[in-house]
């Protein structure tokens, strides 16, 4: 899953958003850095959750090889079937429809689990986590990766419309703040904390920014809300265009062990 940035977004929409940001430097380190802490080996049972149109599977399905099992589960069909089109031809990677907080899946049934930028949407990420330590198996392994949304900073001159714009994107979240809340989120729910890494998601060009953060679309929208005004955001837009472009935020990476 990912940070939408469209009211009613498509199918298609949120597919293409998840590809692309997996598709950048940024999102493919991170992401081998989190298969890495799972440290998966052949057999284990891993569990995606929230697998979205199925971006991560091939790779966990390759490291717990013919004799390891693959869980995918998301609550959007229309996600779940674009990734049983990409992976049809991977039988050990099974596709379950389901909500989060309560996971189609027996107690004790994972060696590993891992959740990548989801717990940003849920309505209580501290449910979620302790359906996780239901179904792994005493010792098994989490890998979460979140963003912290209130860490957003776009580099202008115009320090006041970068602020106001990095409000009303974290603003647009439903956890914006759930990076920096995972060691605490997961203490409490009985999991121990294994490792924390703060990640910083930086972006130097102006398409692949747009892109992720959304600078036209989410000024337009704050203009509409009346937290710009236009007059704020053309020369804003004008000079982040022109460049040098610098903005960003931190990723939280947190392995823990039930």
């Known amino acids: 899953m990912s940070h939408r940035t469209s009211a009613t977004p498509t199918a298609a929409d949120q597919i293409a958003y998840l590809d692309t940001a997996a598709a950048t430097a940024v999102g493919r380190d991170y992401k081998r850095r989190a298969l890495d802490a799972l440290g998966l080996r052949p057999g284990h049972a891993v569990v995606d959750i929230g697998c979205g149109p199925g971006t991560d599977l091939g790779r966990l399905a390759d490291a717990v090889q013919a004799g390891g099992r693959v869980v995918g589960v998301d609550r959007d069909a229309r996600m779940l079937a674009e990734a049983g089109r990409r992976l049809a031809d991977r039988p050990t990677i099974d596709l379950r429809a389901g909500d989060a907080h309560a996971l189609p899946l027996n107690d004790t049934s994972m060696d590993r689990a891992r959740i990548d930028r989801v717990l940003m949407h849920v309505a209580d990420p501290a449910t979620v986590l302790r359906e996780v330590r239901r179904v792994l198996r005493p010792g098994g392994v989490l890998a979460l990766a979140e963003p912290d949304w209130d860490t957003l900073a776009v580099a202008d001159e115009d320090v006041r419309t970068s602020r106001r714009f990095a409000r009303f994107v974290a603003g647009r979240v439903r956890n914006a703040t759930i990076g920096r809340d995972l060691v605490r989120l997961s203490a409490q729910t009985g999991l121990r904390v294994r490792s924390v890494e703060a990640i910083a998601v930086v972006f130097q060009d102006f398409d692949t920014a747009d892109r992720i953060l959304g600078l036209r679309r989410n000024s337009a929208r704050a203009v509409a809300a009346g937290e710009l005004t236009h ?28």
């Open 231 to 258: 007059a704020d955001v053309q020369p804003w837009l004008r000079r982040l265009t022109d460049g040098p472009l610098l903005a960003g935020f931190t990723l939280y990476l947190v392995t823990a062990e039930a």
